[in-house]
């Protein structure tokens, strides 16, 4: 067995990482989301796509290389039209081709220059650590530390906390889902959907949540808005 050789966050959770890895890292790459398909000549093609479209938008901010409509142009494009390095390309390729060639189950997790890789294979996370061009690691560790399907609380107060998915409410359909939930004594809002609330969004986001004591009552919240639970989960005690 390869020796632990990163010092391992430990998350409590009721499974594993997507239900089946032990570990993970998670790290900054510059145009890591190239990788959203693991192959040599799909990063090529992405990079030279993104190459020619801030080309494009560089010359829109700068007017064509004229003083542009904004004086902070220079700002803006150092911002969001970062250069492309060889050295980026380099390292993308480096990062796919372990990837490509392990032997070892693992699901990699890519959006925009952040990336996660969950694995059971410790080898596989040194490998991945001691690549150049990653920084910012962050390593993690899944601990089973309560039953499946459910989450601890120190004085729960209700037996179950359901999650919302993420959705896209008209003003009446919010109106209708505030008018209901602000009139539910029996129940805990979470901070975050309380907040929702009173703001001026509309869609729901997958971390609001709901403490309530009766399945029942979810049937009810489905006849003000159907399909809005994701999953429910049980309350235990952390005593």
Not at 73 to 85: D, E, V
Request: glycine share 4%; hydrophobic share 40%.
């Amino acid at each position: 067995m390869t020796k632990l050789t990163q010092q391992f966050k430990f998350i409590v959770k009721d499974r594993l990482f997507y239900n089946r890895f032990e570990y993970a890292i998670g790290f900054h790459l510059d145009e890591v989301s190239c990788l959203r398909e693991l192959d040599h000549n799909h990063i090529d093609i992405m990079i030279e796509r993104r190459r020619t479209w801030r080309e494009i938008a560089h010359h829109r901010i700068t007017g064509g290389g004229k003083s542009g409509l904004f004086g902070n142009s220079q700002s803006i494009l150092s911002r969001r039209h970062k250069a492309i390095t060889e050295k980026t390309i380099s390292d993308l390729h480096d990062l796919a081709e372990i990837l490509l060639t392990t032997t070892s189950d693992f699901k990699l997790v890519v959006s925009v220059s952040q990336a996660y890789v969950y694995t059971n294979d410790v080898a596989l996370i040194n490998q991945v650590s001691a690549l150049s061009g990653v920084a910012r690691k962050e390593y993690t560790r899944a601990i089973i530390g309560r039953p499946k399907n459910t989450i601890k609380l120190k004085n729960p107060k209700h037996q179950f906390r359901s999650y919302f998915k993420i959705t896209k409410l008209s003003d009446e359909q919010k109106s209708y889902l505030t008018n209901f939930l602000m009139t539910q004594p029996t129940i805990r809002i979470s901070p975050s959907l309380d907040g929702w609330i009173v703001s001026p969004f509309r869609r729901t986001q997958d971390y609001f949540f709901i403490d309530h004591n009766e399945m029942s009552w979810l049937t009810m919240l489905a006849l003000v808005r159907p399909g809005l639970i994701r999953k429910t989960m049980q309350i235990i005690s952390a005593k």
